[in-house]
C-alpha cells in the first residue's frame, strides 16, 4: 500500500469513513486527500512580534551628559586655589625668564574653553620646577586691557602658550583652547587680590624675592610693548625635556573606565582554534543513519488556526494524539486509529492549547477565554474548570498533579488539579505572551518561553522568581526541549527573527551551544534513542531537520509541508513524531526509526515514557 | 584661510573616514576579544565583513560595552582628537597585562588645519611637520581601502599562530590617546599607557582611508 501514493494512503477497511470525505466539509483526521510532499513555498506571514531591547538607549544619554565643563567660570573658580600657591612656591630659572615676553591679548581670553584635563594635569606641575610666574602677570594683563590691536593679540597668544608650557613641560606646545583657562584663572587670583595691572607678585606677601624680581622684568616688559617670541631655546628645551621623561607633551592617556563585562567562563583557546567556525554548515553526506523522508501517514486536521503562539497537538503515553481544531479537542488513537471528538468549547471562544497528563488519562484544553479544562478522556466528561487567567491560555504542561498554563498575559499558573483551591503559584516573569513551557522530566526544573524573547528557568521550589532569565533570543520562543540523556541540558528555538537554535546548562545558567537554523524555530524534541534532536521550521523552509549533539551537525532536513509547521509531538516510543502545519495536515514521520533491540539514551526511564508496552503498540500505528 | 568650500568637503571627508574607521575599530575589538578568548567563542557570531567571515559578540553586555566606546570613539574622530587606540589584555590572576594592541591613527589634514580654533599658526605649522609625512597620499577608492582592512584582519587573525597561548582568563581594557585639550565623558579617565613588560613587538599592516592612516602594532609578553 505504501508506494508513491502514499501520500493518500487510503486503506481498504477505513473506506466507510471516508465516503463522507468528498461531499462537502473535510473530516478531521482523516487520511488526507491532498498531495502533501509538494515543495511549494508558501509565504507565511510571521505572527510574532519582535522586541528589541532598547538597550543602547542608557548608555546614549549617559555620553550625551558627560561633557561637564563647558563654563569657563568653573574654572575661573576652581583654578586659583590649586594652581596659584604652588607657583608662589616655585623658584624661577633662566628658561622661564627668557620666555617671557609679550603681554596676552583679549583675543586669547576670549577663546576660553576649558576642559577637565587641565586640573587633572596641575598634578604634573608640582614636579617642574621650570617654571615662572610671568605667565600670571600676562594673564592679568590680558585681561584687564581689552583694546589691544589684533596683531598684537596674535603674538601675544603665542608667548602665553610658551609660557604654559614652561610650567608644565607635559603638555604641548601648540596653544589650545584649554590653555586660555589657566591664564583666566590665574588672571581672576590677581584680581581677587585687588591689584588687577599688576602681577602675581602681589598676590601674596610671602612670595620670594626672585618673584618679586621676576615680576618686575615682565611688567617692563609688558609696558614695553614687547612682543618678542618664546625664544627656539624655550621649545627644545621643553622637548628635551618631555622625551626625558618619556612624556608626550600633547597627549593624554584615556582609559574607558567601566571594567568590562565578565566573560561567562574560562576559555581554552587550544579547543578555540579547532573550531570549527561554522559548525551548523556541515552537508549532509556526515549523516550516520537513515531517515525515513516519506511520511508514515498524511491526516487531514481542517481548522487548525494557523497562530504559531498556540500548542494543538500533543500526543499521550497512551498513544493516542489529542489536537485542537477550532473550537474542538479530537483525539485519536495510533492503535486502533479511531477518532472521536473529545470536546466542543463555546461558540465564542476557541481552543488554544491541548495536553496530555503525564499518565494519558487525562486531557487539559486551554481556552481563548482563560479557562482551564480538564477532561477524563475514557469517560468522556469533563472533570473541571479552571479559571484565573483572564487572556487565552497558549500553554501547558504537567507535573504529575501539576498543571502550568501560560497565557498571553504573560503570566504563568500553577494549579494543583486535585484541589479545589487549585492555583499554587503565580510565575512573574514574562512581560508579553507565554507560547513555550515545558518540565523536566524529574519535575524539578520548569522552562518557560516568551514572545517577550525571554527564556525562562524556574527552579519547581522557588516560583517567587525566576532561576535564570535569558535574553540572547531576539524573537519569541515557543520551542522548549529537555534533553532526555542530560537533564539539565535545555534546548530552546527562536521565532523568525532569531532562528538560532540555543543549549543551556540550566545549572548553571551557561549557553553551552548554539544552531542558526535559518528559519522560524517551531517546535524541538530530542530523540530517546539517538544523541539527536529534531526541530520543525516556519518561513520559509517549513522542513524537519534533524541535528546530531553535541556535534551540531545537520543529519538531514525533510521537506515536511506546504506551509509552516506549527506543532510537533513525539511517540511515546520515541520513534514517531507528529507534525501540524498550517497547511491543515498531519503527519506522522518515522525519523527516529530504531534498530531492533535497541534501548534508550536514558538509562532509569523517564515518567513520561510508558513501559516495553507502550513501546511495541506505538511502532503500530493504523 | 581656506575658503569655506574646502573645508567643508574636508569635513565630510573627514566624516566619512571617521565612521569607517570607527566601524573598522569595532570589527577589531570583537576580532580581537575572539581570536584571545577573552569571551567564550559560542558567544560570538560569524558576519560577512570585508570579505571575511568576521566574529562578533552576541553578548548583550559585551555588545553594550563595545558600543559605548565605539561611539565615543567616533565623537573624537570627527574631531580628530586621537591618535592611539589601545586594547590591553590584562590577565585576572596577575593583574598584569599579557598583551597590547596598539592602532595609530594618523590624520591627514592636507587641505586645511584641522580645525582647531585657538592653536596659532606657528605651532600647527610645527607640528605637521612631525607627525604627517604621508599627508600627501592620494585619494583611494573604496574597493581599496576594504582590501587594505581585509589583508589587516587577516593578519590579526593569522597572529594567533605566533602569540603566545593566553591562560584563558582575561580581560581587556581599551585606551585612547587624545590630544589634551579633548572633551572627556565621565567614563573615560586618565591613565596609564599599561605598557606590557618584557614586551616583543610586531608591527602589523596599516590601512588608510583619505582622512585617516591606522597602523597596528601587537605587543606581547615574552615567554620567560
Redesign the interface.
Known amino acids: 500500500m505504501a508506494t508513491a501514493s502514499v501520500l493518500t494512503p487510503i486503506k481498504s477497511r477505513r473506506d466507510g469513513i471516508f465516503s463522507t470525505r468528498l461531499a462537502g466539509g473535510r473530516m478531521p483526521l482523516t487520511p488526507s486527500p491532498k498531495t502533501p510532499r509538494t515543495q511549494l513555498m508558501q509565504e507565511v506571514g510571521p505572527t510574532e512580534s519582535i522586541h528589541n531591547g532598547n538597550l543602547m538607549a542608557r548608555f546614549s544619554r549617559s555620553v550625551s551628559k558627560t561633557n561637564v565643563r563647558d563654563s569657563p567660570k568653573s574654572n575661573i573658580a576652581s583654578r586659583p586655589a590649586r594652581d596659584s600657591p604652588r607657583r608662589l612656591d616655585q623658584t624661577i630659572s633662566e628658561f622661564a625668564l627668557t620666555g617671557t615676553g609679550p603681554r596676552p591679548s583679549t583675543a586669547t581670553s576670549a577663546k576660553n574653553t576649558p576642559s577637565r584635563a587641565r586640573n587633572a594635569r596641575s598634578g604634573s606641575v608640582a614636579r617642574t620646577p621650570k617654571r615662572s610666574q610671568s605667565n600670571i602677570n600676562y594673564k592679568a594683563a590680558d585681561r584687564f586691557i581689552p583694546n589691544r590691536t589684533a596683531s598684537d593679540g596674535i603674538t601675544s597668544s603665542g608667548a602665553a602658550v610658551k609660557l604654559d608650557n614652561e610650567q608644565t613641560p607635559g603638555r604641548r606646545p601648540k596653544s589650545s583652547a584649554s590653555e586660555g583657562t589657566a591664564t583666566l584663572a590665574a588672571s581672576v587670583s590677581v584680581f581677587d587680590m585687588g591689584r588687577p595691572q599688576t602681577s602675581s607678585s602681589d598676590l601674596t606677601s610671602t612670595l620670594s624675592l626672585e618673584g618679586l624680581n621676576l615680576n618686575d622684568n615682565n611688567e617692563d616688559e609688558d609696558y614695553d610693548g614687547a612682543k618678542n617670541k618664546p625664544s627656539p631655546n624655550t621649545t627644545a628645551y621643553q622637548q628635551s625635556v618631555a622625551e626625558a621623561c618619556g612624556v608626550s607633551i600633547k597627549q593624554r592617556i584615556l582609559a574607558f573606565k567601566p571594567a568590562p563585562p565578565e566573560s561567562s567562563r574560562p576559555i581554552d583557546l587550544r579547543s578555540q582554534y579547532n573550531r570549527p567556525l561554522k559548525p551548523a554548515s556541515a552537508s549532509a553526506s556526515q549523516f550516520r543513519r537513515r531517515v525515513l523522508t516519506a511520511p508514515e501517514r498524511v491526516l487531514d486536521a481542517p481548522g487548525l488556526v494557523d497562530d504559531y503562539y498556540l500548542n494543538l497537538l500533543d500526543w499521550s503515553s497512551g498513544n493516542q494524539v489529542a489536537i485542537g481544531l477550532e473550537r474542538s479537542v479530537y483525539v485519536w488513537s495510533a492503535e486502533s486509529g479511531t477518532v472521536s471528538s473529545l470536546l466542543e468549547c463555546p461558540t465564542d471562544t476557541y481552543i488554544a492549547s491541548v495536553k496530555w497528563s503525564g499518565d494519558g488519562a487525562y486531557v487539559a484544553a486551554g481556552l481563548g477565554s482563560g479557562e482551564v479544562q480538564i477532561w477524563d478522556v475514557e469517560e468522556g466528561t469533563k472533570l473541571r474548570s479552571m479559571y484565573g487567567h483572564d487572556t487565552r491560555v497558549s500553554v501547558m504542561g504537567w507535573n504529575k498533579h501539576l498543571l502550568s498554563t501560560g497565557a498571553r498575559s504573560g503570566v504563568v499558573f500553577n494549579h494543583d488539579v486535585r484541589i479545589a483551591q487549585h492555583k499554587t503559584a503565580e510565575l512573574h516573569s514574562h512581560t508579553s505572551e507565554v507560547c513555550g513551557l515545558e518540565w523536566r522530566s524529574d519535575g524539578a526544573q520548569l522552562a518557560t518561553g516568551g514572545n517577550d524573547n525571554l527564556v525562562t528557568i524556574w527552579d519547581a521550589r522557588h516560583t517567587a522568581a525566576p532561576k535564570f532569565q535569558k535574553t540572547n533570543h531576539r524573537a519569541a520562543i515557543k520551542a522548549l526541549a529537555w534533553c532526555p540523556w542530560q537533564t539539565n541540558l535545555l534546548a530552546t528555538g527562536g521565532g523568525s527573527h532569531d532562528r538560532n537554535i540555543h543549549f543551556w546548562n540550566t545549572t548553571s545558567g551557561a549557553r553551552v551551544n548554539s544552531i542558526d537554523t535559518g528559519s522560524q524555530v517551531t517546535s524541538l524534541r530530542w530523540s530517546l534513542a539517538y544523541k539527536e534532536l529534531v526541530s520543525s521550521s516556519g518561513f520559509p523552509d517549513n522542513s524537519l531537520s534533524i541535528w546530531s549533539y553535541p556535534t551540531l551537525v545537520k543529519n538531514i532536513e525533510i521537506p515536511a509541508h506546504e506551509s509552516r509547521v506549527l506543532h510537533s509531538a513525539l511517540s511515546p516510543d520515541g520513534q514517531m513524531l507528529a507534525t501540524a502545519a498550517a497547511d491543515e495536515s498531519l503527519k506522522f514521520w518515522k525519523i527516529f526509526e530504531r534498530k531492533p533491540g535497541q534501548a534508550n539514551l536514558m538509562a532509569g526511564g523517564v515518567a513520561s515514557v510508558g513501559g516495553k508496552e507502550s513501546l511495541t503498540k506505538a511502532t503500530t500505528i493504523r | 584661510m581656506p575658503p569655506a568650500t574646502e573645508s567643508e568637503i574636508h569635513k565630510l571627508q573627514i566624516k566619512g573616514s571617521a565612521k569607517l574607521v570607527t566601524e573598522f575599530f569595532n570589527y577589531g575589538l570583537n576580532t580581537i576579544l575572539y581570536q584571545?578568548?577573552?569571551?567564550?567563542?559560542?558567544?560570538f557570531?560569524?558576519v560577512k565583513k570585508y570579505g571575511l567571515?568576521m566574529m562578533t559578540s552576541?553578548?548583550?553586555?559585551?555588545?553594550?560595552?563595545l558600543?559605548?566606546?565605539t561611539?565615543?570613539l567616533q565623537k573624537w574622530l570627527l574631531k580628530s582628537k586621537i591618535?592611539k587606540l589601545v586594547v590591553v589584555i590584562t590577565s585576572k590572576e596577575t593583574g598584569e597585562h599579557v598583551e597590547r594592541w596598539q592602532f595609530d591613527v594618523n590624520i591627514f589634514n592636507n587641505n586645511s588645519p584641522v580645525p582647531?580654533?585657538?592653536?596659532?599658526a606657528?605651532?600647527?605649522a610645527?607640528?605637521k611637520e612631525n607627525s604627517d609625512p604621508t599627508a600627501a597620499a592620494a585619494e583611494k577608492s573604496d574597493a581599496e581601502i576594504q582590501s587594505d582592512i581585509q589583508s589587516l584582519f587577516r593578519q590579526i587573525t593569522a597572529s594567533?599562530t605566533f602569540l603566545p597561548?593566553?591562560?584563558?582568563?582575561c580581560?581587556?581594557?581599551?585606551?585612547?590617546?587624545?590630544?589634551?585639550?579633548?572633551?572627556?565623558?565621565?567614563?573615560?579617565?586618565?591613565?596609564?599607557?599599561?605598557e606590557v613588560k618584557n614586551a616583543e613587538k610586531v608591527m602589523l599592516r596599516s590601512f588608510s582611508t583619505n582622512s585617516h592612516r591606522i597602523d597596528t602594532v601587537v605587543s606581547y609578553r615574552l615567554a620567560e
Open positions: 584571545r578568548g577573552v569571551y567564550p567563542p559560542e558567544d557570531s560569524a567571515t552576541l553578548d548583550d553586555q559585551v555588545k553594550a560595552y558600543k559605548k566606546i561611539s565615543q591618535s582647531k580654533s585657538s592653536s596659532g606657528t605651532s600647527a610645527t607640528d594567533v597561548v593566553l591562560d584563558g582568563n580581560t581587556f581594557n581599551v585606551l585612547v590617546y587624545a590630544d589634551a585639550d579633548s572633551e572627556v565623558p565621565l567614563e573615560w579617565g586618565d591613565s596609564d599607557a599599561k
